[in-house]
């Protein structure tokens, strides 16, 4: 069964750190792009960013770069989000999903939503 799975999130204060990760299952996930998105409360669902099959990123959201970062660690199948410096703007439910090559900018997405992951930055 095709399946990715994000986890790690949870409460975290402002200026603190969360690494989400984003299990892979019946396939390999270097074989795609994966891209990070999120929704805030109230709002639609957006692009972060997105790694490539070779480990590039692209960033779609002018307001996390410098303090999120992906990576890829092939024997356990699994993307990375590191986010740093995290603001309660970043609050919302973070997703991950396979999508066509980056640096594109569409929101199309290979396969369903997964359940995500809340993170909550508040004091």
């Known amino acids: 069964q095709v399946q990715l799975v994000e986890s790690g999130g949870g409460l975290v204060q402002p200026g603190g750190s969360l690494r989400l990760s984003c299990a892979a299952s019946?396939?390999?996930?270097?074989?795609?792009?994966i891209g990070w998105f999120r929704q805030a409360p109230g709002k639609e669902r957006e692009k972060v960013l997105c790694?490539?099959?070779?480990?590039?990123?692209?960033f779609y959201a002018d307001s996390v770069k410098g303090r999120f970062t992906v990576s890829r660690d092939k024997a356990k199948n699994t993307v990375y989000l590191q986010m740093n410096s995290l603001k309660p703007e970043d609050t919302a439910v973070y997703y991950c999903?396979?999508?066509?090559?980056?640096?594109?900018?569409?929101?199309?997405?290979?396969?369903?939503w997964g359940q995500g992951t809340q993170v909550i930055v508040s004091s």
């Open positions: 999903a396979r999508r066509p090559p980056c640096p594109s900018p569409s929101t199309v997405i290979f396969g369903s």
């Open positions: 019946g396939f390999t996930l270097d074989d795609y792009a």
């Open positions: 790694i490539s099959s070779s480990g590039g990123s692209t």
